[in-house]
């Protein structure tokens, strides 16, 4: 018989290759139901929140004008003057002087001279353009005294080549301060609109504060955050919201440092920072990029009550960033810190007849936060920030026994530095220790055992920050791709195993502006007018919102299953709905097969839901395509009490199994 040509043959393999999954041998999974384990914490999966890639002023923070009070470090970033339009019937409409009149926190005003009846005016540029919807209401606002003359403020929307999508006007009167604010509707849709503000008139008037926000923020709060926003915060369930970091409580130098008290307050009085962020790295230098602090403790702790999440802010602990000044305050001048991190505590828990608790009254919340937890320093290590971490845990301790406070391991979950700090920290008897994990899947994927035999005596873990990176820590071109996603799964197994030891988790950055990111991977994207959740949001959001109560042994031939046939595994059950739920990565490329036992006295009911995430190494989601990578979830049935499923190649599974 005559050979069949090798490539004939390769195509007809491949074909059936094409036509039929490959599924590996049957794997045997053996859930115990009825001996519970540790139970999980409320606050197992949470999020983590810092002011990085114009995540808070361009980003949650709703606010569409950049440099609305004139602190920038140049005074007018952000702003350009209007001689040139069409109403001018003279070059010199008007001038602009910004005065420093050094009586508040936010020093700078802008004086305004009109000379011509109409044509001068300053437009702003918002952050990279603003984003405006049709028949979306605007506020615009301002603080303004009419010193000379008589003028009218005309503030517009305009589309990239000038078209008015939307004006009001205002009309200044008297000499003194006064709030003036106005609301519009936008006619159409546009992602990087300008706003106009034109002085129609003849005279001078001082301005401040020239701001513009959606109506339609989170809650209809005016001056609020952006309700898109909030709600993919929202959809994850979060456990707890690390705040406001990072490397922003440390500042660069001890003057950057991140201080609550400047945060809170009527929004005209909170003093201005330069982001640190701003010109942190060469590949993505953001010189505009400040700190309004418009999102400040008190919106943080709204925040984190209106998504029933434990707030954990962390506080500068008297040391800068390690990784630039390093500079440490004198261990004899660290008792205003210590005051700060008490007075914070005050501010979130103390009556109304406190002085911190009155603050937080007159911002318009009189029942406490019931802040259970402090982190002292973000990622500090060394003796120095041991020493540190003593005297505010004698402190806190003392004053709020209740209070579990957060302790620094340094940047690395490994190292001289990280065993030097755990050792010290087992002996001083922290709480919990933060653990950071910037590594490469690999290493998620190895290390998704990492807990399995860790110390159970030591203090608790808080995954405060962690991120697959496909590239390499801090490159530019790290993406949020599948091969990460699914690496952090098979991680967040072991952690959800070892929930007797670790009690909360969180990825870390949270939120990129996609024209003005300085740090990626990052967990959710956005421009000014839409956002997505990336790969490795859904792997978030599946976790949390199939937390389950309590930990159930979970063993494949009497093992943890961490990586043996690229499957990693872990189990829950929901006291409160009675389900047990199974979590399986499969990272191979083939299919394979599961039998999950369940031994027990409850018996299942041959029904339950699949939600699967699936995809190949490089996929990515964008604003283009949201939700290429997004869970898919179906009903499936069994027969008997064994569940069968079969595991898509590359795949994180969810099986809720209801047990009666
Ligand atoms: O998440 C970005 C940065 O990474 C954080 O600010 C810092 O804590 C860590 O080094």
């Known amino acids: 018989m005559k050979a069949v040509p090798f490539f004939i043959r390769a195509v007809f393999a491949c074909s059936l290759l094409m036509m039929f999954h490959i599924v590996d041998a049957q794997k045997i999974l053996q859930v115990k139901t009825d001996k519970p384990l540790a139970k999980i914490e409320s606050t197992m999966w949470g999020i983590f929140f810092e002011d990085i890639n114009f995540a808070a002023d361009g980003g949650l923070y709703a606010e569409m004008v950049k440099n609305r009070s004139f602190e920038f470090a140049q005074p007018l970033m952000g702003w350009k003057q209007q001689k040139s339009n069409p109403y001018a019937i003279s070059t010199n409409a008007g001038n602009i002087l910004i005065l420093n009149e050094g009586q508040s926190a936010n020093t700078r005003i802008a004086r305004v001279t009109v000379q ?340 159970r005596n030591g203090p608790k873990i808080f995954a405060g920050e962690y991120a697959a990176q496909s590239v390499a820590t801090v490159s530019p071109k790290n993406e949020n791709n599948w091969k990460c996603a699914l690496a952090e799964a098979a991680f967040m197994t072991g952690l959800e195993r070892n929930a007797d030891i670790v009690h909360m988790a969180s990825y870390a950055p949270l939120f990129a502006h996609v024209d003005r990111w300085q740090w990626t991977p990052d967990l959710i994207w956005f421009d000014n007018l839409h956002a997505y959740g990336t790969p490795n949001y859904y792997v978030q959001k599946l976790f949390s919102n199939h937390r389950g109560t309590r930990v159930l042994r979970l063993t494949m031939q009497d093992k943890a299953v961490s990586g043996a046939d690229g499957i990693y595994a872990s189990a829950v059950s929901d006291e409160t709905s009675g389900s047990v739920i199974v979590k399986i990565v499969n990272s191979g490329e083939n299919a394979q097969d599961v039998t999950i036992q369940l031994s027990g006295k409850k018996k299942n009911q041959g029904t339950g839901t699949l939600i699967v995430l699936k995809g190949s190494d490089s996929d990515v989601n964008s604003l283009e395509h949201p939700t290429f990578i997004h869970p898919e979830q179906q009903a499936i049935k069994w027969k008997g009490n064994d569940v069968k499923a079969v595991l898509a190649p590359k795949s994180f599974s969810v099986l809720t199994i209801p047990m009666r």
């Open 116 to 455: 011509t009846d109409k044509g001068y005016g300053i437009t702003n540029e918002g952050f990279q353009g603003m984003g405006v919807a049709k028949g979306a209401a605007y506020t615009f606002s301002l603080m303004a005294r009419q010193l000379e003359g008589t003028t009218e403020i005309r503030a517009e929307v305009v589309d990239s080549t000038g078209n008015s999508l939307g004006s009001v006007t205002i009309k200044p009167e008297g000499t003194a301060w006064k709030k003036y604010n106005a609301t519009f509707t936008c006619t159409a849709t546009h992602p990087k609109a300008l706003l106009n503000v034109w002085f129609d008139g003849k005279g001078v008037l001082d301005i401040d504060m020239v701001s513009l926000f959606p109506n339609d923020t989170w809650k209809n709060r005016p001056g609020g955050l952006r309700k898109d926003l909030v709600q993919l915060l929202a959809d994850m369930k979060p456990g707890f919201i690390r705040f406001p970091g990072g490397c922003i409580v440390e500042g660069r130098d001890l003057t950057t440092r991140y201080q609550w008290k400047k945060t809170v307050g009527d929004v005209e009085q909170r003093e201005m920072l330069i982001n640190r962020w701003n010109t942190e790295f060469t590949h993505r230098p953001a010189p505009d990029y400040f700190q309004t602090f418009g999102l400040g403790f008190f919106e943080y702790f709204q925040l984190a009550e209106d998504l029933g999440a434990e707030p954990l802010p962390i506080i500068n602990c008297g040391m800068a960033c390690q990784f630039n000044t390093a500079e440490v305050e004198p261990m004899d001048q660290l008792d205003p810190y210590i005051q700060d991190a008490l007075d914070l505590i005050e501010f979130a828990n103390g009556g109304v007849d406190s002085p911190w608790g009155k603050v937080r009254k007159q911002m318009g919340h009189d029942a406490p936060f019931n802040l259970k937890y402090v982190g002292v320093g973000n990622e500090q290590w060394g003796p120095q920030y041991i020493e540190r971490y003593k005297e505010f845990s004698k402190v806190l301790k003392s004053k709020y026994p209740a209070i579990q406070i957060i302790a620094a391991v340094g940047p690395a979950p490994a190292g001289e530095l990280f065993d030097y700090a755990s050792k010290e920290l087992k002996s001083l008897k922290a709480d919990i220790v933060d653990e950071h994990y910037y590594n490469k899947p690999e290493w998620f994927l190895t290390n998704a055992s990492r807990y399995d035999s860790y110390d």
